[in-house]
């Protein structure tokens, strides 16, 4: 008999309604039945493609003796951490400071009042390294809340009291300048590997956000030493086990320092990212591999995480089933032998393919089989078969059990990928992408916002075209105002420049504290134990960051004052955090980039379907000057019409024209591309 989960949108929660634990969702009914039965409350925070957290489900959650016990001594609560980041944000903060660790599936027992008293992550279903069994520790728990119930309660109200004492103050920091981000460089560049690239050991994680930073530091400052470290480590990476090979994209992460071998599951939010500083790193260079890697993420995640609707899927599952076996086992779709290459490609073109790939006899994962890498290209001669071989196996890879997929629309996550879309699409010429970036960004405006009471609210995610109940946070915000403003550069329809200013609004009315500090959840939002308020950037810019670039960005487009100000106390936390640990302030780093750059003000008016409009607009947007805005549109209007930076903006000799701000400087209007391409810094591939 399926449980309280039956009903709800999240995929995680979907996947353990037929547990034989009574779970309920996360709710003040929750908390209730606890009170009235006198029993703690079992909280477990996951997300659906977490491998561990699938491994706890079938030890312990589909075990029935198990869940007996749970049920009869515990209210259980479950949480996607993906659609409730404030609770997982708040009960991991906890958890880190008590045991000095954290992760997923993350187990926190709460009073009847939400304060944690006991923590822990994975448990096994019996003793193993060290680690207690899940049932010796409801055990345990049990026994203190019967036997101990003083003690309980007052540890529960001293992890409450030291929480609220990690209060930040980064309001009053100061805007970080020149200095405080060549510290950040000098930090980083102590931290970089020279021989595998990236930073430091394993596990290592993709640094989209650090990439980022160290391209803008580049285009400010023309320290080669920047660019090289963004350089490699984009290389490394694509040749790596962490990138798909076969289908584009990347994997979470690599379990070891050379990128050999990724724990396989695919985030939306790490493609996006990476999908955007690769085509970063190409209007840098002009590197081939950079753009080819770009656009195969880009066609990646439209093709396997596009959903019907026209938005983005959360992730893809590490696991999947095992043809050989039938059990579902983590990276399974994506592993090969060499017997496997020549039984697709026969033996010849399958010598050539494992040796292409780095496939072995020994193999590089587990029992024989290697994750496809790609040490070098092969010659330039056999690039045609190089093509034919790759389909070959795809075509191949296609037919075994695919990954599981959560098809949860995050609306941060999709903002990452509207804006990553909408500039790859108008870098290469990709018009199929930049319609996929407005479809997503339709989806947004369509679904997830709420104009309710005539003020707009963001949902955090949807699924099969229904919005959840869950608010967006800060991030939501933040992340879906820069897709809007990369989509307004792109497109030159000034609405995605209407609705990130909605949101922005939002913004500086209920995240934004009277010091300029910003806080994870809304002024009128669910009050837990402690409101979260965390301003690292960690797998994907945190909502400080994030919402600070996003206010600088239409700061620059509409001459605000007051989105500029917030933007600039916002960004104080890079002053603060940036010199000492700038590998975890990757995105602030970057947007502190944007702000010592000006931005530039990019406006380009000409008519409507001239090719010398679309040569400037172009031009325009492969400029590499660290966070520059970009309006195109028709001259003649006195105030701009939807984009303010175009008013009065006329053409130069009946000719389309581009004009050039910074610092309320303003160069000399540019008919010439070239000329504009000297004035935004662009390198023109």
Known sequence: MPNRLANETSPYLLQHADNPVDWWPWSPEAFAEARERGVPVLLSVGYSSCHWCHVMAHESFEDEPTAAYMNEHFVNVKVDREERPDVDAVYMEAVQAATGQGGWPMTVFLTADAEPFYFGTYFPPEPRHGMPSFTQVLEGVRAAWVDRPEEVAEVAQKIVRDLAGRQLDYGKAGTPGPEELAQALLGL??????????????????????????????????????????????????????????????????????????????????????????????????????????????????????????????????????????????????????????????EADGDLAAGWFGVTEEGTFEHGTSVLRLPQD????????????????????????????DDKVVAAWNGLAVAALAECGAYFERPDLVERATEAADLLVRLHFDATGGRVRLARTSKDGRAGANAGVLEDY????????????????????????????????????????????????????RRPQDPTDTAAPSGWTAAAGALLSYAAHTGSEAHRTAAERAIGVVHALGPRVPRFIGHGLAVAEALLDGPREVAVVGRPGDPALAALHRTALLGTAPGAVVAVGPPGSADGGEFPLLAGRTLVEDRPAAYVCRHFVCARPTTDPAELAEQVGAVRP
């Open 189 to 346: 560049t102590r931290e970089y590997d020279a021989t595998h690239g990236g930073f430091g050991g394993a596990p290592k994680f993709p640094p989209a956000m650090v990439l980022e930073f160290l391209l803008r530091h580049h285009a400010r400052t023309g320290a080669e030493g920047a660019l090289q470290m963004a350089a490699d480590t984009c290389e490394a990476m694509a040749r790596g086990g962490i990138y798909d090979q076969l289908g584009g994209g990347f994997a979470r992460y690599s379990v070891d320092r050379e990128w050999v071998v990724p724990h396989f599951e695919k985030m939306l939010y790490d493609n996006a990212l990476l999908c955007r500083v690769y085509a970063h790193l190409w209007r840098a260079t002009g590197s081939d591999l950079a753009r080819r890697v770009a656009l195969e993420t880009a066609d990646f995640m439209v093709r396997e995480l596009r959903t019907a609707q026209g938005g983005f899927a959360s992730a893809l599952d590490a696991d999947s089933e095992d043809p050989l076996t039938g059990e579902h086992v983590e990276g399974a779709y994506y592993a090969w032998t060499p017997a496997q290459l020549r039984e697709v490609l026969g």
């Open 378 to 405: 092969g010659p330039v001669a056999e690039a045609g078969k190089f093509a034919e071989v790759r389909g070959r196996l795809l075509a191949a890879r296609d037919r075994r059990p695919a990954p599981g997929r």
């Open 478 to 529: 933040g992340d879906v105002a820069e897709g809007f403003l990369a989509l307004a550069a792109v497109t030159g329809e000034g609405v995605w420049l209407e609705f990130a200013g909605f949101l922005l609004d939002l913004v500086l009315d209920r995240f934004t504290a009277e010091d300029g500090t910003l806080y994870d959840t809304a002024h009128d939002a669910e009050k837990l134990i």
